[in-house]
Structure formats: structure tokens, C-alpha cells
């Protein structure tokens, strides 16, 4: 239902008047909305769910999948769409397996794009050479969600671009990413540009899900949608949105929509030039529990004084959302907690955060540093300068992939995925498939230290 009610929402919209950022820690009032009656929060809880992290520095409900550790390297030796060496042979292989690659560019789908159908498995686009990894469609009866996890676990996936540059022919089959029917599912450092419909969505009944250090943008109007969290859920879900951009999204910046007993915290990122809403909190499935916690809330060209920073969405509404805010920072001449917010404030937030987040100012410069798929590609650089700047609009620039030069692949005489050369330098043997040991005792295996070390290459 409410879907269809947020479409309502048109793009017309005028420049706001450039404000200094503002801090909401105990809520007083709603800045725009100027009188709201307080709701003395407490600062938020912080309780670090136990198991092993799918790799150092994993945040969030989903940080425990296992992804394919201890299974099958895989090499994608192709960016052709099926056949041996192909990523979609790797995601189609029943069992525990890492998708290594040794290829760069555009991975186009001809045919329907796969779907992440068998658990435990990791998509290690970090290991691409050059400038990584994009997957598209090829548009036409074809054009659909390009990455698509579906009655899956155990799934891990960073360091990949997904970008819609040709339409297909059903809109509501376009988003950027699915998450269907799935658990202990992390998508990190991904980028996606040029959805028609959300540039990732949760779909029915997943739990321990983590999207992190990502980049979100340019949604292709009229139905430009950052992040739809759940739709249509059964249960209960716990999910963490943490360290993203949205940025030149109309409204669902993100969209929050989960039964009561959930554990959904959006914290630490930078929401940038939406146009009718922010973030949005609905009650169609009992009434949201959301921690919003130490966002960015950045006005662009296309918010107006009648945009919404923190929304309550009430239209179908069977339950009253329980809203807890703290250190949001607001920038920009629309309304920054609109006045319906109110009677769903708690001053305690729903479930403990999974970890301490930081401050909306030192978060603002970390995520502008770090989020999206590295090497960064042009698109991602130019949403970052707009986002710094307070430059760009929604529709801008017209849909293509820049070209990236073909590129050689690090050395792997054993065919481990790990580079020959790091392997003899860490205590690895370069002539032996030993990624799942663990040459140095730390309790990591070789191959996601290995991947460390990449992610370091980059700067990270």
C-alpha cells in the first residue's frame, strides 16, 4: 500500500538556503516544524552481537554471515554473461565457493540476470583488476534487478557497481539490488546508480542483514528510490543501515517499514538531496522500531521548504511506529523532523546499536572517504564532490558506464585467489592453495587478510 502512496510525490522543487548543519541530540524541537513538545532521550545503547566477523571491521546484524569461507575459489575469467568462467557459473555452484576475479569492466546480463539461490557464498570484487567490477543488463524483456539474493544465507558481497544504463520493460523489476527470503546477509562497499525502482530493497522475510559503506545515487526519476529496508515483511527482521549515501533520490532515503519486535537501526550516514523525504517510518505492518542515529541530513537543488528529513508516515497505519533519534545533523531550509514524528518518539531506542557509532560530524568525513566499491570509478567520484559541494540534481548525469581499460591480474600460480608475491611475504605458500590457513596464527585466514591487504591498497 504504501508504495503507491509515496509515488505521489512529483519532482518539482526550488534551491534551499545553505544552513549550517544542526545536531539533534535530546529532541527539542523540530527545527522547521519549531514546536514540538521534548522527548528527553537517552543516549544510545551499545551491545556488539557475538560470533565471528565476516571480516575485520564488519559492522551490523549481518556481520556474522559466513559468506564462502572455507569453500571452493572460483575464478571469473570472463565478463561474458554465462559459460565456464563466468560470474554467473560461480553464483549458479551449489556449495560453499569465493567468486575471485580476474577479469575488469562491465559484466552485462543477456539473458535474466542469476540469483543467489545457494547459501555461502562471497563476492570478492576487491580482487578485480583495475577498475573492478560493474554488473548491468542489456535492457529489453531482460532488463531486470541485476543482483537479486533470493531464499539464500550466509552471503557476502562487496566491492561491486551496479549500474541500470539500459531500461527494460517492467519498471518494478529494475531495482539495483534484492534481498528476498534471505538471512545473515552483508552487502559493503557497493555503488549503484540509474534504478528504476530502488536502488536496493528488502523483499518478505530476511533477518541479519547489514548494508554498509555503500553508495546509493541517481535513481531515474519519475521513481527515484534510495533504499526500500522491507517490503511486504512476515516477521520480525533485524537489519542494519550504517555508513551510506543517499544521494539525488526523490523520497526513501531510506524507506523503514518493519512489524513491532524488529531491530532496524540507520546510523552514521549522509542523506543527500532528496526531494519530497528523507527518511521515512511507516506503520503498515505494526508500527516501526528504528533507531535513527547520528545521520547527515544534507539539502541539494532538488529539496525544497516542503521536504521531509525524518517522516511518520501514517496511511494504512495498524500500530504506532516507536522512533528513536540522536545526534542527526540537519542542513538545509526544509523540515528536518516533520511534526507527525512526534507522538512515536521513545527516548530509549528499541534494541541496543550493534556498535558505537560516531558523531554526524566525524561520520559525515568518514563516509565521504570510504563508502562505495574501490577503486572508485567517475560516477562515484562525481557523487562524492556533489555531496561535499552541495552540487548536482536528481536525473543528472544521462545513464553510461565509463570504459575502463582492460587490466592484468596479480599473479596466483596455485589458483587460491591469493597473490603470489603477498602469499611469500606473509608466510603463505605461493605454491600451495592455502587460503583457508592461517600462516601467521592471528586467527584470519590467509585469503581475508589477503583481501585486507587489497582493500588497503585502496586506501581504505
Avoid at 533470493?150 to 557476502?156: F, G, P
Avoid at 544504463?165 to 546477509?185: C, F, H, M, P, W
Avoid at 559503506?213 to 535513481?219: E, T
Wanted: glycine fraction near 10%.
Amino acid at each position: 500500500m504504501h508504495k503507491a502512496t509515496e509515488d505521489r510525490v512529483g519532482h518539482e522543487g526550488r534551491r534551499p538556503g545553505r544552513h549550517a548543519l544542526f545536531v539533534v541530540g535530546i529532541i527539542a524541537a523540530a527545527l522547521a516544524d519549531c514546536a514540538l513538545p521534548s522527548v528527553a532521550a537517552s543516549p544510545p545503547v551499545v551491545s556488539t552481537p557475538s560470533g565471528t566477523k565476516a571480516f575485520p571491521g564488519a559492522v551490523g546484524y549481518g556481520a556474522v554471515s559466513a559468506g564462502g569461507r572455507g569453500g571452493r575459489i572460483i575464478y571469473v575469467t570472463t565478463l561474458a554473461d554465462g559459460g565456464p568462467g563466468s560470474l554467473r557459473s560461480c553464483i549458479d555452484y551449489k556449495f560453499p565457493r569465493v567468486c575471485v576475479f580476474r577479469v575488469n569492466g562491465v559484466i552485462r546480463f543477456t539473458q535474466r540476470p542469476p540469483r543467489i539461490a545457494y547459501p555461502f557464498i562471497t563476492i570478492a570484487g576487491q580482487t578485480a583488476p583495475g577498475g573492478g567490477i560493474t554488473l548491468s543488463h542489456n535492457g529489453g524483456a531482460n532488463g531486470q534487478t541485476p543482483l537479486v539474493i533470493k531464499n539464500a544465507h550466509d552471503v557476502v558481497i562487496r566491492h561491486i557497481r551496479v549500474r541500470n544504463d539500459k531500461a527494460g520493460l517492467n519498471r518494478v523489476a529494475e531495482d539495483n539490488i534484492t534481498i528476498e527470503n534471505s538471512y545473515k546477509v552483508l552487502i559493503d562497499h557497493v555503488s549503484t546508480s540509474w534504478s528504476r525502482d530502488e536502488d536496493i530493497n528488502g523483499y518478505a522475510d530476511n533477518d541479519m542483514v547489514t548494508i554498509s559503506n555503500s553508495i546509493f545515487a541517481w535513481g531515474v526519476p519519475s521513481h527515484d528510490k534510495c533504499a526500500l529496508l522491507a517490503s511486504d515483511p512476515v516477521d520480525k527482521q533485524n537489519l542494519s543501515f550504517v555508513n551510506n549515501i543517499c544521494a539525488h533520490n526523490g523520497d526513501r532515503n531510506p524507506d523503514i517499514n518493519f512489524p513491532p519486535g524488529s531491530c532496524v537501526e540507520v546510523v552514521n550516514n549522509i542523506l543527500y538531496n532528496a526531494q519530497s523525504e528523507f527518511a521515512e517510518v511507516w506503520e503498515s505492518y505494526g508500527g516501526s522500531p528504528v533507531s535513527i542515529v547520528n545521520n547527515t541530513f544534507l539539502a541539494g537543488n532538488n529539496t525544497n521548504t516542503s521536504s521531509r528529513g525524518i517522516a511518520r508516515e501514517t496511511v494504512g497505519s495498524t500500530g504506532r511506529a516507536k522512533i528513536y533519534l540522536w545526534g542527526n545533523a540537519f542542513s538545509g531550509n526544509f523540515h528536518h523532523v516533520s511534526s507527525e514524528v512526534e507522538p512515536s518518539l521513545v527516548s530509549a531506542g528499541p534494541c541496543p546499536l550493534t556498535a558505537a557509532p560516531q558523531t554526524a560530524n566525524a561520520s559525515y568525513y568518514t563516509v565521504l572517504a570510504r563508502s562505495g566499491a574501490f577503486p572508485r570509478d567517475a560516477i562515484d567520484e562525481e557523487i562524492v564532490a556533489d555531496v561535499r559541494n552541495q552540487t548536482g540534481q536528481i536525473g543528472s548525469p544521462a545513464p553510461a558506464i565509463p570504459v575502463q581499460p582492460a587490466a592484468t591480474p596479480y599473479p596466483d600460480a596455485d589458483l587460491d585467489g591469493m597473490d603470489d608475491g603477498w602469499e611469500a611475504s606473509h608466510g603463505a605458500n605461493p605454491a600451495k592453495s592455502d587460503a583457508w590457513g592461517d600462516a601467521d596464527g592471528d586467527g584470519v585466514s590467509n585469503f581475508e587478510a589477503f583481501l585486507s591487504y587489497r582493500e588497503r591498497g585502496f586506501g581504505l
